[in-house]
Antibody, heavy 114, light 111 residues
């Protein structure tokens, strides 16, 4: 049973950097993803990282996005630069396995505002 | 890559069935058998209900079923129960450029 938990600041200033971490428990051979949901809108896939460090990003976010992992510490991270109000959302981390996400965190609301 | 198209809402009385469509293109839904469906109650983590178009994870009731025809996938909930009231999102693999795309979401109401 995989358990995931997002952590990070709930408020980021415009043009600043959004940084989140997802703690992971359990052993698995998977891809680890970030998904977000802006207020009143649907889900959007952000990107993923594999156990070997390979990454795939949503093309619409690629130039601002970095996903990394620290296996020793048991977590993976999201870094999104130059944020605007459009980046305000609930951010979820999830385990990707064979083209589906079977375990999800509870989500963390990040608001971009001054 | 555009979001997959779902109806904004669907409803049914307890015991009835409801079917939600998920329309894409030959580059996503029609091109791969990697459609999954997620149930999302507000404030909670999304839950995987269907994967690989038709498969159900362990623990998901067999009232939930999935199918696909061409570029459109569908989720059917039979024998609606009050706890089925939630938002439902489809997702599809979309190849090595766009990777994954979600649907616009459908709010299911149990009348």
């Amino acid at each position: 049973q995989e358990q995931l938990q997002e952590s990070g600041p709930g408020l980021v200033e415009p043009s600043g950097t959004l940084s989140l971490t997802c703690g992971v428990s359990g052993d698995s051979v998977s891809w680890w993803s970030w998904v977000r949901q802006p207020p009143g809108k649907g889900l959007e896939w952000i990107g993923e990282i594999s156990q070997t460090g390979s990454t795939n990003y949503n093309p619409s976010l690629r130039r601002r996005l970095t996903i990394s992992a620290d296996r020793a510490k048991g977590h993976f991270s999201l870094r999104l630069i130059s944020v605007t109000a459009a980046d305000t959302a609930v951010y979820y981390c999830a385990r990707g396995f064979s083209k589906k996400w079977d375990y999800w965190g509870q989500g963390i609301l990040v608001t971009v505002s001054s | 890559q555009s979001a997959l198209t779902q109806p904004p809402s669907a409803s049914g009385s307890p015991g009835q069935s409801v079917t939600i469509s998920c329309s894409g293109t030959s580059s996503d839904v029609g091109g791969y058998n990697y459609v999954s469906w997620y149930q999302h109650h507000p404030g909670k983590a999304p839950k995987l209900m269907i994967y690989d178009v038709t498969k159900r994870p362990s623990g998901v009731p067999d009232r939930f079923s999935g199918s696909k025809s061409g570029n459109t996938a569908s989720l059917t909930v039979s024998g609606l129960q009050a706890e089925d009231e939630a938002h439902y999102y489809c997702s599809s693999y979309a190849g090595k450029t766009y990777h994954y795309v979600f649907g616009t979401g459908t709010k299911v109401t149990v009348l």
